[in-house]
């Protein structure tokens, strides 16, 4: 945390010229090509974390090339002798394993984001309940710790530089060890930790790291997986630099104008007074210099040890607002110098926009009242765990978009910054949640390194302290009053430019809903009107609603398969889709709400145990797939003409059997067909849907949706035949060779009229070849115990998911899917070929150890 000095500061605001302008800035436009991709939402965008870093700073990515293996929680001679004695502590330099002639070799190699908790095999463990049935905890020594080791090179000619290395977040107890010298320790699963290494490299030599990470405790009640699993970088500064995540931009509109105002913290490690000079560069979305967009302020010297706040005031013209259907950002350039040097600088993207929750109106973004049509969200994926790569964060956002989805909120711990950066660019809005609800040390160092490091980011409309706290809200009611108040100060103190509030499982009436700006309510619908009357100068939202559950692709509830029909399952304390939207979607005074989930996560086997693994509350099941209630959000969510016509049509052996046919569309009318013959047309209430009962006949069956009278959308369903090949889409065909990139494919099964059949269950071998390489299998059956990092899966109702990484040379990548094993018919197999094209790597720690 940075401590600024409490004296007075002299300082005077200027204007930089023209000249003086374009000669601070040349060093930045020379990585305005990158920066343009960012803002314009491109997949080729590296990450923000990747751009902030500006000359002379240096952020490098430390992801490739790590050392693996696992410790042990109980035994020291399984655990590199670590806790052998009382001493392990007791002399600085000591540890043997964080030096150049320890022997790594037989450690295997990973790069990260790495999650080891989903290579595990799940256990018949109901303790392991929440966490997805995985051997992690105090009572599995042997898989709840692992050890990572780097080797890396810090050139002579960084003598002088301030030097730490940043860990975006890691599951859960890290130690760090550096040339043998203990460096620190964190011990949460979700806030960014650093540490300074400057006085422990050796400069112009080999260093090595080491990280000890110990998932035994755990933060939530979900799968959170172990290891290393968000981004590292090395960062380089000089000793007169801009504080970690001090600098903001604060965002006022009228009219045709938005003031600017601009803020950071110059830190002098150094050790002489400095004298310092911060200017301000803004950019709009293509790369052009705003009019009057340079800021600069002087301040008395700064002593060493010590550090000093700037800020100015700017104004754009005409901004270009943010909102989720044009997600425009503009880029301020932040620099300190002293004399004629430019001593450290960082690039932060942000947007111009209004949000703004009222107590009758509801919510409004850029003064048009809109509904939040959110989601809850876990970080977790199939395949993958919770170690999940850049692209796949854009992956999964693309999918709630498609439905209509506008929001999505961090349930419930703070996001992976990738995840933040998706939503800037796409455009979905942001409730952001902390971890920890407390006002402790640690509940408060949290919730502000999320406020300082997300505060920029204009899809952010929400703080959140925290989920469900029972005893805060009844029992310990004062305390959580007095805790509330404390954190929603801070947050007010960080950035008074956002409301605050928690998802509160209550109705509200006392403990840390005190404090809050607007309310959040979690389920219940029989409250918000009640409290609505009662306090109707308080602005409502639903923080957590629904929690339907369905299976995806099974119409029947069967608690011997562990499978959940479409049919508006709903667990006793939820709400369908229907019922929530039509509570929070028809009230005025709501400002909408967040629906439970977006995803199915691993954990939380709702309704059901062992054998379930993962939840099925989701909107789209693990890998992104739809269930059917996705096509309800897209139909009342979306603009454009909707219907989905389900189930499908394969019920062999019920023939003459009633089953129900349903309709979720936005038309005004839909007409049924069975084998060509009406059933006759219903008019489709408001947020609602329409279905019939009919006898089962092998065919097809046909929804045909009119608006004022015209047929303008149909969709049909037919009796397919058995599998007999398989088919391969990918999302992309073309991905970048930068050894982060992927391509996502799926896998379908199909009959030789070329249909793709929804209840096979066929399994299937992938062979991948080239410059790619596997990193996650899925299906998303909540039952399947199939190992995620084999090159094979069984496809679950008709579908599964393979997700291939890029190497970083450019080529082709090979993808084929065959039959897998003996049983069964023969299937047809399917070939893909992606290319991977040369693009410009992120700077990153060199691998001496060879790079793929």
């Known amino acids: 945390m940075t401590h600024i000095s409490r004296r007075d500061l002299l300082c005077s605001g200027a204007a930089l010229s023209a000249s003086s302008l374009l000669a601070r800035s040349a060093w930045a436009r020379t990585a305005w090509t990158r920066t343009a991709a960012l803002l314009a939402g491109s997949a080729d965008a590296p990450s923000a974390a990747a751009l902030a870093a500006v000359a ?235 009019p009057n967009g340079a800021g600069s302020e002087h301040s008395d010297p700064i002593k060493p040890g010590e550090s000093a706040p700037y800020t100015a005031d700017l104004s754009l013209s005409n901004p270009k607002l943010w909102s989720p259907d044009a997600p425009n950002l503009y880029i301020a350039e932040v620099s300190v110098s002293s004399g004629d040097k430019t001593r450290d600088a960082e690039r932060i993207s942000f947007g111009v926009r209004t949000a703004v929750f009222d107590a009758d109106k509801g919510f409004s973004l850029n003064g048009k009242t809109i509904k939040i049509q959110g989601t809850c969200n876990h970080q977790d994926h199939a395949g993958v765990g919770a170690a999940l790569p850049d692209r796949l964060q854009v992956f999964r956002l693309a999918v709630l978009k498609e439905m209509g989805c506008n929001a999505v909120r961090t349930s419930h711990n703070m996001p992976t910054p990738e995840w933040v950066e998706g939503c800037d660019r796409m455009g979905l809005m942001m409730m952001c949640e902390t971890r920890q609800m407390s006002s402790n040390p640690e509940g ?222 936005n038309a005004d009318e839909v007409e049924l067909f069975v084998n060509g013959q009406s059933q006759g047309s219903q008019k489709v209430p408001h947020l609602g849907h329409v279905e019939w009962k009919v006898k089962y006949e092998p065919g097809s069956i046909e929804a045909r949706g009119s608006k004022d009278g015209k047929v303008v959308i149909t969709e049909k369903r037919e009796t397919t035949g058995p599998t007999v090949a398989i088919r391969l889409t990918a999302d992309r065909h073309e991905i970048n060779a930068d050894g982060e990139d992927l391509v996502i494919l799926k896998v379908e099964a199909l009959d030789k009229e070329g249909r793709a059949v929804p209840t096979a269950n066929n399994a299937i071998g992938f062979n991948i070849s080239g410059e790619g390489k596997l990193i996650g299998v899925g299906n998303g059956d909540p039952n399947c115990q199939e190992s995620d990092k084999e090159p094979r899966r069984s496809l679950f109702n008709g579908l599964a998911q393979v997700i291939i990484q890029a190497t970083k040379r450019p080529g082709e990548i090979h993808i084929e899917a065959v039959k897998d094993g003996w049983d069964g018919p023969e299937l047809t197999p399917a070939k893909v070929t992606i290319t991977t094209k040369r693009v410009e790597l992120r700077q990153a720690v060199a691998w001496s150890r060879g790079q793929g």
């Open 56 to 290: 002379p700073r240096e952020q490098l990515l430390f992801d490739f090339g790590w050392k693996f293996q696992f410790g042990n929680g109980s035994d020291p001679a399984k655990d590199l002798g670590f806790g052998f004695g009382q001493g392990d502590f007791a002399k600085t330099g000591d540890f043997d394993f964080a030096k150049g002639k320890f022997d790594d070799s037989k450690w295997r190699t990973v790069n990260l984001p790495h999650d080891w908790a989903v290579e595990l095999p799940f256990i018949d463990d109901k303790e392991q309940t929440s966490h997805g049935f995985k051997p992690i905890g105090r009572r599995y020594p042997d898989t709840s710790v692992g050890w990572y080791r780097r080797e890396f090179e810090i050139p002579a000619g960084d003598a002088g530089k301030r030097i730490a290395v940043e860990f975006d977040g890691a599951f859960r107890d890290v130690i760090i060890f550096v040339n043998g010298c203990f460096i620190g320790r964190n011990n949460n699963g979700y806030a960014p930790f650093s540490f300074d290494l400057t006085d422990f490299l050796d400069y112009g030599a080999k260093n090595y790291i080491v990280a000890r990470v110990d998932a035994a405790f755990g933060d939530g009640w979900f799968y959170e997986g172990a290891g290393i699993y968000r981004h590292v970088w090395l960062t380089k500064t000089d000793a007169l630099h801009l504080g970690k995540w001090e600098s903001y931009v604060r965002t006022e509109v009228s009219g045709n104008t938005a003031k600017l105002s601009l803020g950071t913290v110059v830190v002098n490690d150094g050790n002489k007074p400095e004298v310092a000079l911060v200017s301000w560069v803004i950019y709009d979305g293509d790369g052009k210099l705003v």
């Open 444 to 665: 408060l160092a949290q919730l502000e390194v999320m406020v300082k490091r997300y505060r920029n980011s204009p899809s952010i409309i929400i703080w959140s302290i925290g989920n469900e706290e029972w005893e805060l809200q009844g029992p310990m009611a004062e305390q959580g009053a007095k805790i509330g108040a404390t954190m929603v100060e801070r947050c007010h103190e960080l950035d008074p430019t956002r409301v605050v509030s928690a998802a509160v499982n209550g109705d509200n009436q006392k403990g840390v809903s005190d404090a809050f700006d607007i309310i959040g309510f979690n389920y219940g619908l029989d409250r918000p009107d009640d409290y609505h009357k009662e306090h109707p100068k308080r602005p409502i939202f639903g923080s957590e609603t629904s929690s339907a559950i369905s299976t995806r692709g099974s119409y029947s509830t069967d608690p011997l398969r562990n499978t959940v029909t479409n049919f508006n399952g709903v667990v006793t304390w939820g709400e369908t889709a229907e019922e929530w939207w039509k509570f929070y979607g028809t009230r005025d005074w709501e400002a909408g709400g967040f629906a439970w989930t977006g995803f199915d996560y691993r954990g939380e086997p709702t309704p059901y145990g062992w054998p379930s693994i993962n939840s099925q509350f989701g909107i789209v099941d693990m890998c992104g797939f739809p269930k059917d209630t996705f096509y309800y959000y897209k139909a009342w969510w979306g603009r454009e003409p909707a219907l989905h016509l389900f189930p499908h049509w394969n019920f062999e052996g019920r023939e003459g059997d009633m089953i129900p046919v349903w309709v979720y569309s």
